[in-house]
Every structure is written in structure tokens, then in C-alpha cells.
């Protein structure tokens, strides 16, 4: 999962896009980056950190031009730590295309032995990203051979992008003196909406992952980029939009309405917060169903993705709604936290009880989800240590219980606390008096209530279904070696950087 946003304008972009990519900054905290453009030169800075930290004035003043894009980065592929492999990347060959990407390519690994062997063209990082900026570059010099490169053009070049990636990806790219495209895949799976505002010259663009982005801009919402179609804003600042996928389906990520969004956006013309409220709604059946409401004193969310959910779940149980727990806001969020070490050690930093909330009382605690059970571990013991008398547990959403190779950093079977394991095994680890999930149909009808044009759900951490059909044992076997191989924290990388230099020289 990462942030990424797109920009044409008649002044500079690179405010806009610096405040986009703060209203998108809980996609991703890793690293940032910015790309700007006048006429066919590029203007680039990116760097670990929070966009906050990454860009200061001197690096703003450096990014001139009325056209650029940005993103924000959760790594999913490739090395963590890695500056090198921040967003956007760059190719200069042909036009020169530079790219930023949300999602995860499931065949990444056979098509840099493609780009090697047939398209004689170098990847240089482990990163995904790099190999679909590559294959869209040279499926352009294609496209546009001895042709001037019109929307046609490059149209057909996102076709054949389509053709022979696989995954889940949602881009947005610009072509040095041409314009800037954004396309997202044919299932839809990651986000991608178009938004526009009439400015002092015309007409300017915004894509971004989030309407919340465009929103706090000042831009309107027109609509998502429907799955497999690409957007194409010329220099003049025309829109040109073109479906490029030959059979495409709406089957958005479901984790996305479950916790990686805003609960302000709108995806796919699902309210987030409205479908948290369905959630928390479905999840007081599966309570009533399973313990008396009568054992329950409290509902307390554990911030901030379940509060909808749990107000919901509290009103339908009839039980008041406390806040039980105080976040600290500088600390990032800990699902998408690189290393489990890092992970755990940052769940009592951010989150502190109130002994008055929980002291005598049998409380349920409501979360979003549960993935890997180390921070609800950590919540419940501080909630006995407040003084609650019983600590129930109640997700929003159903076990997770396989690998999510769609961009979501959880990759890897090992890590989840659901995976073969029964519910009496969680609810022992995690150390809770009692567990109630969701039901996977029940979340399912909870969100596509809200959107009858909906195919369907990529839900595959859920219910164990790939919707793209390619993924195979095989691969969650590499993606365990490549994991396990990755240094868990900035010290082990540092000195298995120092280890390379060292390999090297001998």
C-alpha cells in the first residue's frame, strides 16, 4: 500500500502536491517523493522519512513546473530500507518517463527476466516498481514507433502493459513533453480516483489514491479511474480517457474499506466510513450470537479505524461507547511498520489506557482486524493492567488467514496469527476472555451493500482467493525467502550494506 497523486496546472504544482501527499501520508511512512516538470525537463527529490521531514523549503523551491506526481511509500517489495528504491523512478529512454506506483506485481520476477533477455533492458533493484516503469517505457517505444506519440499511442502501449503485467497496480506516470498518464489495473484492486478544478487558465487535473486528496486540495471529485482504463492529460491540458483492458471487473481491495483508507474517502462509491458503520452493525450480530450482551459493561474501540465500527456495534448491543484508550499522534501507524521488532515495540508509545474506562468493568474492545495478534496482545494486557475485570475482543474484520500479495505487508503465512490455528488458539495467545471475527460473507454484503456495480472483492488475506490466477505455492515460497532475507531493522541494514561493499572488494 502506498500514496500516490498526480498534478496538471496552469501555476506550480509542487505545493499541491506536497499537501496531497500529507492527506495521504497514513498510506505510507517510509519514504517520499516528488516529480516536477518543465517542458521536458524533470525535477526530482525523494527520501526516507514522513513527507514532513522528507521536503524541506530549500527542496520545495528546487521542484519547479506546472505539471508533477508523488508518493508516499509503504514498502511491500523490495528492500525497506533502501533509498534508492523510494518512488518515483525514473527512465530516460524513450521520451523520459518517470513513475509512481500503489500495488504489487505478482509476476515481477518472471518479467525482469523478459525485460533482460527480449526488451535488453536493466532493472538495477529489487523493487517492482522499477519493472513496470520498464515495461511501460518500452511498450511506448513500441507504440510509438516512426508516430508522433498522441493518446493512441499511448493508449495502446497501457494495453499492452495490461497484456503482460500481472497484479495489482495503480500508476501514475509523466512523459517528458507529453503529458501525464494514469491507468489502474483490470480488476481495480488498488485505488485510483480523477478530480479536477477550474483554474485561472482552464481546466486543472488531479489523480490520487484517495478522494480525500483531491478534496482537501480543493479540487472535485469527478469520478474513480474505472479498472483497466488509462487517463491521459496532454500538455494543453486536454483529458483523454480510454479503456485499455480487454475483459475488466471491479473488484476493489476489501482491506482497504477495513483499514487502510480514510474513513473521510470515497472509493469505488463507497463511503469508508459508511462501511465501517455496516461492519460494526454485522459485527453485533456475530457478538449476540456468540456471548450474552448482558456480560458486556463497555464497548471501547482500539483508535482510530475501529471507532465507527465499534459506535455501531455499541448502539446495537445498547452498551455505551467509551474512549479507553489515548493514541499518541507522532507515532506511525504499526501495521505498516517494516519489522516486527520495530512493530512491537511501538504499540505502548502510541497507545496509553485510562484506568477509569476499564477498572471493575467487563469491556470489549473493537478492532479493525486482527493480523498478526502482537499489538492486540500488548492491548489487552494494558487493559487488565487498568483494572477491567473480563477483556473481550471483537474484530471488524474476519481472521486473516493467508498471504496478501496484492501490496499489503502481509506477505507471508508464518506472520499471521490465524493461519492454522483455531479460534481457541488466538484467543489463548492473544490472552482475551473472549474472541468474536466477522464473517468474511457478512463483511462482503456489510460493503457492497453500498455499491451494487461492485464485482466483487479482492479478499484474498480472508478468504484465500487470488483473484488474478496466478499466484502458486511457488511464490509464497520466494516471497518467504526474499522476506526472511530482508534485515529487520536500519542497524542490520546498514551492516549488510557494509557486508556487500565488503563481498564486493574481494
Known sequence: ????????????????????????????????????????????????????????????????????????????????????????FYVNAPF????????????????????????????????????????????????????????????????????????SYAVVALIAGYGLLAFRDPYG???????????????????????????????????????GEAVFIDMNGQMHAQQCATSPSLNPCVFEFVYLARPDSVIDGVSVYHA??????TLAQRVISTMPPSDIDVVIPIPESSRPSAMQLAQKLGKPYREGFVKNRYVGRTFIMPGQSVRKKSVRQKLNAIGMEFKGRNVLLVDDSIVRGTTSKEIVQMAREAGANKVYMASAAPPVRYPNVYGIDMPTSEELIAHNRSMEEIRAYIGCDALIYQDVDAMKRAVGALNPKLAGFEASCFDGRYITGDVSAADFEAMQTQRSNQPQDEESAADRGRLALQNASE
Not at 14 to 31: C, E, M, V
Not at 142 to 148: F, V
Not at 276 to 281: A, D, I, P, V
Open 1 to 88: 500500500m502506498c500514496g500516490i497523486v498526480g498534478v496538471t496546472s496552469n501555476s506550480p504544482v509542487n505545493q499541491q502536491i506536497y499537501d496531497a501527499l500529507l492527506l495521504l501520508q497514513h498510506r505510507g511512512q517510509d519514504a517520499a517523493g516528488i516529480v516536477t516538470a518543465v517542458g521536458t525537463k524533470f525535477f526530482m527529490h525523494k527520501a526516507r522519512g514522513m513527507v514532513r521531514d522528507v521536503f524541506r523549503t530549500r527542496n520545495m523551491r528546487a521542484l519547479p513546473g506546472t505539471m508533477g506526481l508523488g508518493q508516499v511509500r509503504y514498502p511491500t517489495a523490495g528492500n525497506a530500507y533502501s533509498e534508492e528504491e523510494a518512488q518515483p
Open 276 to 281: 465501517r458503520l455496516n461492519m460494526g452493525e
Open 189 to 227: 484492486i488498488r485505488p485510483l480516483c480523477l478530480g479536477s478544478q477550474d483554474g485561472a487558465k482552464g481546466i486543472e487535473w488531479m489523480v490520487a489514491s484517495e478522494s480525500v486528496a483531491l478534496e482537501g486540495s480543493g479540487f472535485k471529485m469527478l469520478r474513480d479511474v474505472a479498472p
Open 96 to 167: 523520459g518517463v518517470v513513475l509512481v506506483h500503489n500495488g504489487n506485481l505478482t509476476n515481477a520476477h518472471a518479467l525482469k527476466q523478459e525485460l533482460f533477455d527480449i526488451d535488453r533492458r536493466h532493472i538495477n533493484t529489487e523493487s517492482d516498481t522499477e519493472v513496470l516503469i520498464n515495461i511501460l517505457a518500452h511498450e511506448l517505444e513500441l507504440a510509438a514507433r516512426d508516430l508522433p506519440l498522441s493518446p493512441v499511442e499511448v493508449f495502446k502501449a497501457v494495453a499492452e502493459v495490461h497484456r503482460r503485467v500481472k497484479g
